[in-house]
């Protein structure tokens, strides 16, 4: 059994530039192009879509995972994940989640980006978020998930603490952990014969720190681990610098903090090839539907400020028939216009996120394929400050309610008030007014039925 995982990068045309152009090839699934983005999970599907919505109606090539995601707070029970049947072909997590067979699968310990955990990580765990609250997730327990579940790629346990910066103190003990947990996953992914499939390739983490605070850890891979290192998980930009030169043509995963496309620029200048984005699902979330193009539209000549998305709550697309966006070929701008998916909106259908999400994805996925053109090019730092000087900074703000925020997207401190509205009122609390209440006349309106309790106006 062996790691058939590889990547390759194109020479291009370019001095003094770390942008750069590669192609990710896993054993069974689709390439890759990079620079590109793998699509954030919530509990194994991209939020809005069903895994059949996804395969045809979206170009999404593979999916970022996190284990916290199919664990519960007490270990004493076994994950379902673990224990779904399969064939000798099949993966017991690609099994579980329905994800399609030539998506590439991606494993973490933990969402991005995560929840501030409440506990300190220790010297044998991190601590993570489950579905019924905050645990800790042992090394060998990971080393257990990633034997069972089996991705294509696992990121190695990193001891860092989102969104935290560490002490001093706390330095001095992240390299020595991350290393002690990445030789745990090493060695039990190397003993792993259980089956014939290709084994998980294993990425190592670059942590958040100077290169001088890390310099020994980052040693110990390159000369003692390099034949087990299929790629680098990146934390940080800024510490893409630390990256020995023995291990600068391993793929770099990007978990870092990318709030726009003008950030994603940037990083993908520094030279990271492959991103989990959150501000996609949360454009969606928000109904917003993204807008922008990379370097622009040919006839925005002299325009300056663009919005990079719309706000579909807008009563202004209350009668509009056109696309989201006029030569879109997207399933969701191909089939309907803005009108209509601003109503979903209002009518808070479940089907507007869904049409939003197709949307934003297909629009990264040019963004990335234009990017890659102008890198091949040679046009890339001219078309980044092209972008730059076309577009806001920011994203607009949403001016309607989203759905029902989930558990892993906030942290609830004590005495918060409720984040979601209460959906549902006992019907007890009504029952005495509404008996005495005369029966509404056929003739009643909303208002007349508002007055006599059988009826509560949504603003």
């Known amino acids: 059994m062996s790691t058939a995982l590889k990547f390759e990068t194109e020479e291009v045309s370019q001095h003094d530039c770390h942008q750069r152009i590669g192609r990710l090839s896993p054993s069974g699934r689709k390439p890759i192009e990079t620079p590109h983005y793998l699509a954030m999970s919530s509990r194994g599907c991209v939020p809005h879509l069903s895994q059949d919505m996804m395969r045809d109606n979206t170009s999404i090539k593979g999916m970022y995972a996190a284990l916290e995601d199919f664990i519960e707070k007490s270990s004493k029970e076994t994950p379902p994940a673990y224990d779904m049947p399969i064939t000798n072909k099949e993966t017991q997590l690609r099994r579980f989640i329905s994800l399609q067979p030539d998506a590439i699968l991606v494993l973490g310990p933990r969402r991005h980006p995560p929840i501030p955990a409440r506990a300190a990580n220790t010297n044998t765990s991190i601590s993570i978020q489950t579905a019924l609250g905050f645990t800790t997730l042992e090394s060998d327990d990971y080393v257990e998930a990633a034997q069972r579940l089996r991705p294509d790629i696992v990121l190695g346990m990193a001891d860092y603490e989102y969104p935290k910066r560490p002490g001093v103190k706390r330095i001095e003990k992240m390299g020595d952990r991350t290393l002690a947990w990445f030789q745990d996953m090493a060695a039990g992914l190397e003993d792993d014969e259980s089956i014939e499939v290709s084994r998980s390739a294993l990425f190592a983490p670059v942590l958040p720190i100077e290169a001088g605070q890390q310099s020994d850890y980052l040693n110990t891979l390159k000369e003692d681990l390099a034949n087990r290192i299929s790629g680098l998980v990146v934390y940080d930009p800024a510490s893409i610098d630390a990256i020995p030169t023995t291990m600068r043509h391993l793929l770099r995963f990007a978990l870092t903090n990318v709030r726009g496309p003008h950030e994603l620029l940037n990083q993908i200048s520094l030279g990271l090839d492959v991103f ?183 603003t």
């Open 276 to 458: 989990v984005l959150p501000f996609i699902g949360e454009a969606t979330d928000g109904g917003l539907a993204l807008t922008f193009t990379f370097p622009g539209p040919e006839s925005s000549q002299g325009t300056r400020h663009q919005s990079l998305a719309m706000d579909m709550w807008s009563t202004t697309y209350t009668s509009d028939t056109s696309p989201l966006v006029g030569d879109c070929t997207c399933y969701a701008c191909q089939n309907h216009h803005r009108a209509f998916i601003r109503h979903l909106l209002d009518a808070k259908e479940m089907l507007a996120w869904v049409l939003l999400q197709i949307h934003n994805h297909h629009m990264m996925d040019l963004f990335f394929a234009n990017a890659r053109q102008s890198i091949r090019r040679g046009t890339f730092e001219s078309d980044c400050n092209s972008f730059a000087k076309l577009y806001e900074q920011e994203f607009p703000e949403t001016t309607g309610k989203g759905p029902r925020i989930r558990g892993y997207q906030v942290k609830s401190g004590p005495a918060e008030p409720r984040r979601n509205p209460q959906a549902f009122r006992s019907f007890e609390d009504a029952q005495e007014r509404l008996a005495e209440a005369p029966l509404p006349s056929s003739d009643a309106d909303g208002e007349d039925l508002e007055r006599q309790g059988f009826a509560e106006k949504v």
